[in-house]
């Protein structure tokens, strides 16, 4: 039978939410969060097991708003991400450091529990039904042999991913002719202006295309890259000032690097549904208005929470 695991990134701190632990926020009707309608579009797709990646201060308060009721309807497994969960040569040497290491790391923590192909998401993202059934289909498809690991990435268009409220970090992404990635860059503080959209520098406002393919860390992986992760992530360290108490493993980041090492390929799906998420407090009225919008729609049914 082909299996294939879903992987929910929730150990962020929320830092641009204001406080509040935002993967926790309801959004739906009955107290839903996104990750109940995630989930359940998932498990629609064939996915039969999810791992959550969290921090072990918030692993009361998560079982209590999803994790024990996930548990009942789907196999669930939890990976704990902290900062000082890197090589004990690197532990003094970064002790002051207050956050987790990114995404590179959140997935490198799920080493132990994931056995089958996987897709990785984040926790406070709603991505739609096509996503997960595009994605469960490679995840789960037989594949040519080749030396270089065979992954694949769900795209968006820039215009739909952008928040009114604020700056947002996209990978934006070049896909060829063949629907393959050939670049993705970690691109920070993209805003929207009156023009369409602009990267924030030092420098001033920088246009950027609006129609731009992006990643969304919606990445579809194998075990094997787990190996790939944790060599370079020692690298990673090894490369950081001390001073620097800032800097990320992240998952754009290191595939992109891979590709120009021809390392991997990553085929590029696409999905027309809009994608719409929580980066700022203020974008919850609008998550609100899109699920009872999605819902009077009968595209995701009115009792998610924990009926699926």
């Not at 830092?15 to 969060?33: A, T």
């Not at 968006?156 to 009114?164: A, C, R």
Request: charged share 30%; net charge negative.
């Amino acid at each position: 039978m082909n299996r294939a695991t879903l992987v929910i990134m929730a150990a962020g701190i929320g830092s641009r939410f204001g406080g509040g632990i935002k993967q926790l926020e309801p959004v739906g009707p009955n107290g839903e969060i996104i990750m109940d309608y995630s989930i359940a579009d998932a498990m629609e797709a064939g996915f039969d097991k999810v791992v959550f990646v969290i921090r072990k201060d918030l692993e009361k308060d998560f079982k209590e708003v999803i994790g024990n009721r996930i548990e009942k309807v789907v196999n669930v497994a939890y990976a704990y991400q902290e900062r000082e969960d890197i090589p004990k040569q690197y532990r003094e040497r970064f002790a002051e450091r207050t956050k987790p290491w990114g995404t590179g790391q959140a997935i490198l923590c799920c080493k132990d529990v994931v056995k089958e192909p996987f897709l990785v998401i984040n926790a406070d993202d709603y991505y739609g039904k096509e996503a997960y059934a595009e994605a469960f289909g490679y995840l789960t498809a037989e594949k040519e042999q080749s030396e270089k690991q065979k992954l694949c990435m769900v795209g968006f268009v820039l215009k739909n991913t952008l928040s009114e409220n604020g700056g947002v970090t996209r990978g934006i992404c070049k896909v060829d002719e063949q629907g393959m990635l050939t670049d993705i860059v970690e691109t920070h503080q993209i805003e929207m202006v009156p023009e369409g959209a602009a990267v924030r520098t030092e420098e001033g406002m920088q246009p950027i295309d609006i129609e731009s393919p992006v990643s969304m860390n919606m990445w579809g992986l194998t075990p094997e890259f787990f190996h790939i992760l944790e060599e370079g992530f020692e690298e990673f360290l090894s490369q950081i000032p001390e001073s620097d108490l800032k800097a990320e493993y992240l998952l754009p980041t290191i595939i992109g690097e891979l590709l120009k090492e021809q390392k991997v390929e990553v085929k590029v799906l696409k999905s027309h549904d809009k994608w719409f998420g929580v980066t700022y407090k203020e974008d919850k009225e609008a998550v609100v208005e899109a699920i009872r919008s999605l819902v009077a729609n009968g595209y995701i049914r009115k009792n998610y929470s924990g009926k699926y």
